[in-house]
């Protein structure tokens, strides 16, 4: 399967714990995003990385939201003490250019969803 | 800032016959994209449909069209013969051509197909 992938699916955890989601992105795509999902809502922006750099973060994630991307591959978002107002599915996306153009599109993984206690 | 509306929540088809959902946008950037997002009870987003703004033709994917007005800031999504399979929601998104492109998505249509 060479599409995006997110780990775990689905997580359920108590207010106050520490949660790590994973973003695996097509191969070679260069951006990856980080978009949350409340029920009901559309997608909206958290964060994106170009390669390893994290260049844009959204007012959305407090200081208790750090993402990563080592070396351009892989991401990881991690919540701390994470609040019931956290629930929501974690939606990844990863695009194969720096550059614009009509057909720079993202794809997106299937989500994490997570339940906060 | 740009923002994306959606004002039906639900929407309803017959098998087979023809549904319109609406979307409107603001910005005041010229160049832009606009697409339609599908995501199935499974919550995958695919891509339906995207339209580039500087081009007055609208975009066509088989059963799916478009109907955009730039002046009107309108982006109207058409799916002819609907299938049970269309049944989804269905989210209308923006993006610049610059900067971060990330995607502003409206709150959706869910979209329910009747045999």
């Known amino acids: 399967d060479t599409g995006v992938s997110q780990n775990p699916r689905h997580k359920i955890t108590k207010r106050g714990q520490n949660v790590t989601f994973r973003c695996d992105p097509i191969?070679?795509?260069?951006?990856l995003y980080w978009y949350r999902q409340t029920l009901g809502q559309g997608p909206e922006f958290l964060t994106y990385f170009q390669n390893e750099a994290q260049l844009e973060k959204s007012r959305l994630l407090s200081d208790r939201f750090s993402a990563e991307r080592p070396k351009g591959s892989f991401s990881t978002l991690e919540i701390q003490r994470t609040e019931q107002g956290d629930s929501a599915m974690y939606l990844c996306?990863?695009?194969?250019?720096?550059?614009?153009?009509?057909?720079?599109?993202?794809?997106f993984g299937p989500g994490t969803r997570l339940t906060v206690l | 800032a740009q923002t994306v509306t959606q004002s039906q929540p639900e929407m309803s088809v017959q098998e087979a016959e023809t549904v319109t959902l609406s979307c409107t946008y603001d910005t005041s950037e010229s160049d832009y994209y606009l697409f339609w997002y599908k995501q199935p009870p499974s919550r995958q987003m695919i891509l339906v449909i995207r339209q580039e703004a500087y081009k007055q033709q609208n975009a066509t994917e088989n059963r799916f069209s478009v109907n955009f007005q730039k002046a009107a800031k309108s982006f109207s999504l058409k799916i002819s013969d609907s299938q049970l399979g269309d049944a989804a929601m269905y989210f209308c998104a923006y993006r610049m051509d610059t900067g971060r492109r990330a995607l502003t998505f409206g709150s959706g249509t869910r979209l329910q197909v009747q045999p």
């Open positions: 996306a990863s695009s194969p250019s720096t550059s614009g153009g009509f057909y720079n599109e993202q794809f």
């Open positions: 191969s070679e795509h260069n951006r």
